[in-house]
């Protein structure tokens, strides 16, 4: 069975700081992996994808990830934090056993940028 | 700009007495998705459509019903709401496959009095 780990419920970085999400996913087939950002209040919205190809992935806001199967990881960072970073960041993975589209969300890791 | 909206954004209702959130979207996508989603939980998929084609999550209750009349709407109905109801509830589209980006609408708030 697929599924995905987002190690850190809780991250805190200072603003300019280096970010750096945790995702590991298990898949017995090549994953599609996603990092979602869902601001509060509000809906999730997409940051970036991984489906084949590159696997260093640029995202919007000066979002990357990179793929490394390997480690069976796809951590999520961004250079520097800016305050508009704080929010709660999912990392997902399709659910290609199933044989539908659904995903798979890790727990969530909710950042927060100390001024 | 081609959406998902969700009506009402919030949404007060009693003990057991039904309620319907509404979903609408201008994306034209065959796949839409329910979540409930809980303060500090990832989405939890309740059901979601491919096309008219209903697929239900195992362990949604069925106290969780839906109806999609035509691509661009669809329908949450909560036949009895219990306290453990209250949550976030999000309606999602995308087209089909596997690597396909899920869009999002704002959601709708409930509280269950």
């Known amino acids: 069975a697929q599924s995905v780990t987002q190690l850190g419920s809780h991250v805190s970085v200072s603003e300019g700081a280096l970010v750096l999400l945790r995702c590991n996913y298990s898949s017995s087939v090549p994953p599609y992996l996603f990092w979602y950002v869902q601001y509060p209040n509000q809906g999730l919205q997409l940051l970036l994808k991984?489906?084949?190809?590159?696997?260093l992935v640029k995202g919007i806001n000066g979002f990357e990830a990179e793929f490394k199967k390997s480690e069976t990881s796809f951590h999520l960072t961004k250079p520097s934090a800016h305050m508009s970073d704080a929010a709660e960041y999912f990392c997902a993975v399709t659910d290609l056993p199933s044989g539908t589209y659904k995903y798979i969300f890790g727990t969530g890791t909710r950042l927060k940028v100390l001024a | 700009d081609a959406m998902v909206i969700q009506n009402p954004r919030y949404q007060v209702t009693q003990f057991g007495k039904p309620v319907t959130l509404s979903c609408s979207q201008t994306l034209n996508h065959n796949v839409m998705y329910w979540y409930q989603q809980k303060s500090s939980q990832a989405p939890k998929l309740l059901f979601h459509?491919?096309?008219?084609?209903?697929?239900n999550e195992a362990d949604t209750p069925d106290n969780f019903q839906s109806r999609r009349p035509n691509t661009s709407f669809c329908f949450l109905d909560i036949r009895s709401p219990g306290l453990g109801d209250a949550a976030m509830y999000l309606c999602?589209?995308?087209?089909?496959?596997?690597?396909?980006?899920?869009?999002f609408g704002p959601g709708t708030r409930l509280t269950v009095l």
């Open positions: 459509y491919y096309d008219k084609d209903f697929n």
């Open positions: 991984y489906t084949t190809g590159a696997t």
């Open positions: 999602a589209t995308s087209l089909p496959g596997p690597n396909t980006e899920q869009f």
